[in-house]
């Protein structure tokens, strides 16, 4: 029998090259959330497939959730997003935790899709969320952080775009000022949040579709193209500009362009899937014309926690993916030379591996990362492997060598070789 | 309808108490295994059941693996142990890759058994390999790796003791020495594997139930006994001390003990689980009196690489799980005192968020991870919260503090209260 070697459909191995860049990613991600105080968590792959049943939406659910039955007959998934499992764990402590709670994970999260640029059925998503702010410092907060991420990655801010809406304002315009029936409402919610992948005859086709022969002729399509065309606030009809989430919207793009994030728009198609969003949402979205999708996206969802039978916490959060992310840094030539940990290679005969041995170890308690190769083949194959693996010292350690402790430490990149003691070389590496 | 709380059975929630203990642990695990050369490699939870199939062994593939069939009709699994996948991974790139190779990986693992004490659902497990060197110098590293780890964590070699085998030394045994038959061998080897868990008479009666009447009366038992009672290599009966297993192993012991390895010894009943162990074998045990169990395995296993259909690769590696090794580090109370990693702690009214949010951004740019109380609540309340996280500077912001640019800098350990320029802050928190 032969095993095939490819990964699993629509998931991704990754060879050490791959998670240098993964590494490099996520150890950016985590620096900058970390210096606005957010503490990291993590929970098990496998929930409940009831966690998802409530809000994550139907389409999410039935259809792309990885679920099973497990052999004790318990109805299980694999996670397709974090929000439930980190709502869960706020709730199982809802009261010794230390509100406001600022709380990042980058979880492994699953989805059976087909495999697409950018959308694969296996990916990585920081979630980053803060509890117990019910006011809007804490949206503020979150899109400072995003930009502070693409900004820590050397973006500038004509590469990507901060999008920004209101879920109550859309539900002012639906029941109030369109007076649709909540059901008529729901479907117009699924169908704006898919509108920017619709061809505009579709996007009016459907729009028809669920609005009644009278809706019709009071003209409600051309009244909601109308507001969905908005391209600021001041854009909306006059009737809109002063209800509350208008006005709070408003209030927060001033300030963030106050405080320098001049790519900030209000974008009134801007829904989040999710059924739980319930106060300000918001998506970054790459400019460039051969990528331009959401990356991110996030926003307040009051209700979660107190779906587990205790108090509602106030709470906002937002998820980027690593897939589209990796995109946009590719794109937009952001992603540095990383070079191999490994900074010394040990080349050496096979008579020599006891003595090679205790100099590694020399090296190793100095702070520098070295292999030594103890393959026993010949000095110019290993030499070879040095290179091949991109570590650029090597030391050459023979039984002339050892006598003189005097080593040839060779630079793969010049060719240059030096003479030195090993503390000259310890030297020579740590500086 | 209420949600439960509880994780998954058997699975955890790493709170970001938890997820510190975590990170130190894997951090540290990282740090030394790097300092050998070793690069990291990743790859997804989910593979197909059929890689499990062939070597794992029966009882893990049937009544342990999580497996299911997807959406597209694949048997898959969520993995039960990483060695597979990465033989997959080398093997897919058989002919490009740099040997001898040096990988680990940290993956999240998955079994269904019953869970007890340092055996959950979930576990993550360290997986240390080298691929690409045939003779014992690495099997030699691997336990120098292995030790370095547990002396990293502050262990004493009397704290832990590795017990090494070799698989061929018990294939000598079986075959020439008792000249059983195959499957005789491989019962035996699945019986000696469970042995240190069993009563001794169970293990006198399942073996003599493996044992045919006349090789009874041949005394087989007895010579098994006698062979499995060897306290070192000198204990084995004369017919065995010769045979190139037994000189490789006492060769390599030798070599281990002259490198300050002093708690390594021979153990012929070390078997390892796992099918596709073709040379030597260790073990790493606890020697505390409440946890005196085996903390983590390996050794060579030549034949897995080849099973996809590429020449095969010599290879040996070994894995360790993390919550074997967290009771191993609390129960000799080598655990650190692990600190908030947010610094600061910033107490403001809602009135002067905006400058606040200013004096954020300056400790960030500075380096000083720190988190600003966004919630409006009295100042009062915002200290006990900064406490609550242990935290241990808080900043206070009134209006007075910005006039004046001197700010109240609280010491929540001492009580104590400076007044500081902004500058002085940094200075003090950055030293």
């Not at 990613?25 to 959330?33: A, P, S, T, W």
Request: hydrophobic share 40%; proline share 5%; net charge neutral.
């Amino acid at each position: 029998m032969k095993l095939p070697t490819a990964p699993y459909k629509g998931a991704r191995d990754f060879y050490p090259e791959d998670k240098r860049r993964q590494d490099y990613m996520f150890g950016v991600l985590r620096r900058v959330v970390k210096s606005y105080g957010y503490e990291e968590y993590d929970a098990p792959i496998l929930e409940a497939l009831d966690l998802y049943k409530a809000k994550s939406g139907q389409e999410i659910v039935s259809e792309q959730t990885y679920s099973f039955v497990d052999r004790g007959g318990r109805e299980v998934a694999i996670r397709p997003e974090m929000t439930p499992t980190v709502s869960r764990m706020v709730a199982a402590k809802r009261q010794e935790l230390a509100y406001p709670l600022r709380w990042f994970s980058i979880p492994n999260l699953w989805r059976y899709e087909r495999p697409q640029r950018g959308r694969l059925r296996e990916h990585w998503q920081l979630n980053v969320d803060i509890f117990g702010v019910a006011n809007t410092n804490a949206e503020l907060e979150l899109i400072f952080v995003a930009d502070d991420i693409f900004q820590s990655f050397h973006a500038t801010r004509e590469m990507y775009q901060i999008k920004i809406n209101h879920r109550q304002l859309t539900d002012y315009i639906l029941s109030d000022y369109l007076q649709l029936t909540h059901e008529q409402g729901y479907a117009l919610i699924k169908l704006i949040d898919r509108k920017s992948k619709m061809e505009p005859f579709r996007f009016i086709e459907q729009l028809d579709a669920i609005l009644t022969p009278e809706q019709k002729q009071n003209s409600l399509s051309e009244k909601l193209l109308d507001v969905l065309d908005a391209k600021d606030i001041q854009g909306l009809p006059k009737e809109l500009l002063n209800c509350p989430p208008a006005l709070e919207l408003s209030a927060m793009i001033q300030s963030l362009v106050a405080h320098g994030l001049t790519n900030v728009i209000f974008d009134p198609t801007i829904m989040r899937g999710f059924d739980y969003y319930s106060g300000i949402v918001f998506e970054v979205f790459d400019t460039h014309p051969d990528n331009n999708r959401s990356m991110m996206g996030g926003g307040r969802y009051d209700g979660l926690v107190g779906m587990f039978g205790v108090d509602p916490v106030p709470t906002a959060g937002f998820g980027l993916g690593d897939a589209t992310l990796a995109n946009f840094i590719e794109l937009h030539n952001l992603m540095p030379k990383l070079a191999n940990e490994t900074v010394l290679y040990i080349a050496v005969l096979l008579d020599e591996i006891e003595a090679g041995l205790a100099i590694a170890r020399r090296f190793r308690q100095a702070g520098i990362n070295c292999a030594i190769d103890v393959s026993g083949r010949k000095l110019g194959d290993q030499l070879k492997t040095a290179q091949k693996k991109q570590i650029n010292n090597v030391l050459i350690i023979g039984p002339d060598e050892i006598k003189a402790n005097k080593y040839t430490l060779k630079n793969m990149d010049s060719s240059k070789e030096v003479k030195l003691t090993l503390d000259q070389v310890v030297l020579k590496l740590t500086k």
